[in-house]
């Protein structure tokens, strides 16, 4: 069974352009963690989404950013015009349900904005 | 809202012996997780230890262990006969009872020394 996978592990981008961060989650898992890790920082929740669905927002910032979890594929997180502040490494975790089940989290991607 | 702070952003110890890092956190909720997670350089996230907060006793996992202080919101981890591997960061998390959004700490880095 193949862990959380998240494509690609290494993105650049320079300023403006659009990043598109892939996350495939845990066989039979359908529900799907963003998290945020600024450099010497811990990760910070961004969103959460069920198959087609959000069900968090909450730590999304209100403009440039997007996430979808269509029913078929993998989860988008989206960056929009992106500015030097977005380099970050961006973790996924997927979960079977959210009763006492853990979070697997992939290798996350490192988003560099030059 | 909950938080989480680690107040070492560095700590080293000899290997074989034994390291305790620190955690507090905030929280009115009563029934909740608490986990520590490990940082290699590979980025990837390693799940260490767990505890649920209705369970009085401390989990262990081999050489490592908790001491999960509820009243005074405290949670340190305990690593025993320390081993070059374990160095990496250390994340301390919180988790509400029901949902698998993690609030992070900031992290402690560990180095083992030789």
């Known amino acids: 069974n193949a862990g959380v996978m998240q494509n690609p592990r290494h993105l650049v981008r320079r300023r403006g352009q659009e990043a598109r961060l892939r996350c495939s989650p845990m066989k039979g898992h359908s529900h799907v963690y963003w998290y945020r890790q600024l450099p010497e920082e811990g990760l910070k929740f961004m969103v959460y989404?069920?198959?087609?669905?959000?069900?968090?927002e909450s730590g999304m910032p209100k403009e440039r950013f997007s996430a979808e979890f269509p029913k078929e594929g993998p989860s988008i997180l989206r960056i929009q015009q992106v500015v030097r502040g977005d380099s970050a490494a961006y973790f996924c975790?997927?979960?079977?349900?959210?009763?006492?089940?853990?979070?697997?989290f992939g290798q996350g991607t490192r988003l560099t904005v030059v | 809202a909950q938080t989480v702070t680690q107040s070492q952003p560095e700590m080293s110890v000899q290997e074989a012996e034994t390291v305790t890092l620190s955690c507090t956190y905030d929280t009115s909720e009563s029934d909740y997780y608490l986990f520590w997670y490990k940082q290699p350089p590979s980025r990837q996230m390693i799940l260490v230890i767990r505890q649920e907060a209705y369970k009085q006793q401390n989990a262990t996992e081999n050489r490592f262990s908790v001491n999960f202080q509820k009243a005074a919101k405290s949670f340190s981890l305990k690593i025993s006969d320390s081993q070059l591997g374990d160095a990496a960061m250390y994340f301390c998390a919180y988790r509400m009872q029901y949902g698998n959004k993690l609030v992070f700490g900031a992290g402690t880095i560990l180095r083992v020394k030789s």
């Open positions: 975790a997927s979960s079977l349900s959210t009763v006492n089940t853990e979070a697997f």
């Open positions: 989404l069920q198959k087609e669905n959000i069900i968090d």
